[in-house]
């Protein structure tokens, strides 16, 4: 054992970020995909000329994108990290002695400026268009899903949804209900009220889905192209399967508006098997619907089911086990979304199949949806070698979601409101696709053998 050696402190110090940096840290890779002088000049306008000089914008999104790299989603604690970790510095551009802003600055801007000029969804655009730039997208295979996420409410403050919110609560997510009322995505989805009501944020919705004790949450809707799992767009609804249903229409054709993306087909399991949803894919977009069908027309009482009913197209009638055929006036119920299919009552009077097929009924009806020639293509498709293969390729969303909920720690939600869960929402799927990129697109050697 020895004493430590204490030398005179050196007047004058040489020290490199650059070289502190290791050349294999994450965000030396990410440094190289992320250019943002182009948002910079899309912000100017939201930014005063006179007063105290203004945090820069790239700044603070840089220091976003570290936090949401890192899981680090607390802006305090993030600015803590940026002001101590040398590759943070480094990343954002501080130098040695850069001041580091404070945390209260990231909720002005984020609640103000940010979400004025949608910047984070042009943020996730940007390096999607780098993904497609660097041949990561093909656009041929989409697949889609949703997954939930915990909101910041507690669920033992919910009321009941009946005697809806109190009178006096107030508060900026409670202004973002109010405004999203007649959004699909938040309020508008379905007439069914909530079994409990969240009074710190009325948006997130009551679900027990996952099977334990039920919980306020939202749902994280990604659109993510197979070939190398890259994150198309992403979408914040409340957790109910009708909104998750726009969600994917609005990201499909978000996706050939402003990309030029026209998928030859999607992958999806049954919570986008409806027929609506199906013929919308089928007859209106081309698209052909990998999708598990969604189909509760089997019974269960052991009477036929539609499926023991041959539908003949050129004479558009039904044929039933007895041979017998069932005809339709082409008169549409259900909201104009279903044929019925009857068959004739004497044909039915004296068939020896009657007790199997309608014992209590004088005649057995069918009904057929108007899109069903979609159902039956989903149906054909998933018998299919494509789509056994189909349904291992669309297990790349899940393997997204569990990565969002594991290693960037966005399993519960820090900001309240629609916009809050599409803000987290977006800047989780910009760091996904910007460590997708740092992985698949390594830094060339300088120095090859």
């Known amino acids: 054992m020895g004493h430590q050696q204490f030398e005179q402190v050196a007047l004058f110090y040489e020290f490199s970020l650059e070289r502190h940096v290791p050349a294999d840290h994450l965000l030396r890779s990410i440094d190289r995909f992320v250019a943002l002088g182009d948002l910079r000049r899309e912000l100017a306008p939201f930014y005063s000329a006179i007063g105290r000089p203004s945090v820069d914008p790239e700044l603070m999104i840089r220091m976003l994108i570290v936090g949401y790299c890192f899981g680090i989603r607390s802006e305090r604690r993030l600015c803590e990290e940026v002001h101590l970790n040398l590759a943070y510095r480094w990343f954002c551009r501080l130098g040695l002695d850069g001041a580091v802003p404070d945390h209260s600055t990231f909720s002005k801007n984020r609640h103000g400026r940010f979400r ?13 268009r780098r993904c497609m730039d660097e041949g990561l997208v093909g656009g041929e295979n989409l697949a889609v899903d949703a997954s939930l996420i915990k909101a910041d409410a507690n669920r033992q403050n919910g009321i009941e949804g009946e005697k809806g919110l109190p009178p006096q609560a107030a508060g900026r997510a409670i202004d973002e209900y109010l405004a999203v009322l007649d ?4 309020g508008g989805a379905t007439q069914v009220i909530p079994k409990f009501i969240s ?29 190398n799992a890259i994150i198309v767009d992403v979408e914040a609804t409340t957790a109910i399967r009708q909104a998750e249903v726009l969600a994917a229409k609005r990201m499909i054709e978000r996706a050939m508006g402003r990309f030029d993306l026209y998928p030859a087909r999607l992958l999806g399991d049954s ?3 409806s027929a609506e949803m199906l013929g919308w894919l089928v007859y209106e977009h081309g698209i052909e619907p990998h999708v598990t069908v969604l189909d509760k027309s089997a019974r269960k009482d052991g009477t036929f089911s539609r499926e023991d009913f041959k539908h003949d197209p050129a004479g558009d009638v039904y044929v039933c086990p007895g041979g017998k ?3 339709t006036t082409g008169t549409r119920v259900n909201d104009g979304a279903t044929l019925l299919y009857r068959a004739s009552k004497i044909d039915c009077e004296g068939c020896a199949l009657k007790p199997h097929c309608c014992p209590k009924e004088v005649a057995r009806k069918v009904p057929r949806s108007i899109h069903e020639g979609a159902r039956d293509m989903a149906r054909a498709i998933a018998k299919s070698w494509e789509g056994r293969v189909s349904r291992r390729l669309r297990k790349k969303v899940e393997m997204l979601f569990a990565h969002l909920k594991r290693i960037l720690k966005l399993d519960r939600l820090r900001l309240r409101g629609p916009t809050g869960a599409r803000d987290e929402f977006l800047l989780a799927a910009t760091a996904q696709n910007l460590r997708k990129l740092a992985k698949l697109i390594p830094i060339p050697n300088p120095n090859p053998a």
Do not use: C, K, M
């Not at 009325?202 to 809707?221: D, E, L």
């Open 183 to 186: 959004d699909a995505a938040f």
């Open 199 to 227: 009074p710190a944020d009325p948006a997130a919705r009551w679900t027990g889905a996952h099977g334990g004790q039920a919980f306020f949450a939202y749902s994280t809707n990604y659109l993510i192209d197979t070939d």
């Open 271 to 273: 919570a986008y098997g």
């Open 325 to 327: 055929t069932l005809t």
């Open 116 to 128: 004025d000029s949608d910047l984070l969804r042009r943020l996730f655009e940007t390096v999607l």
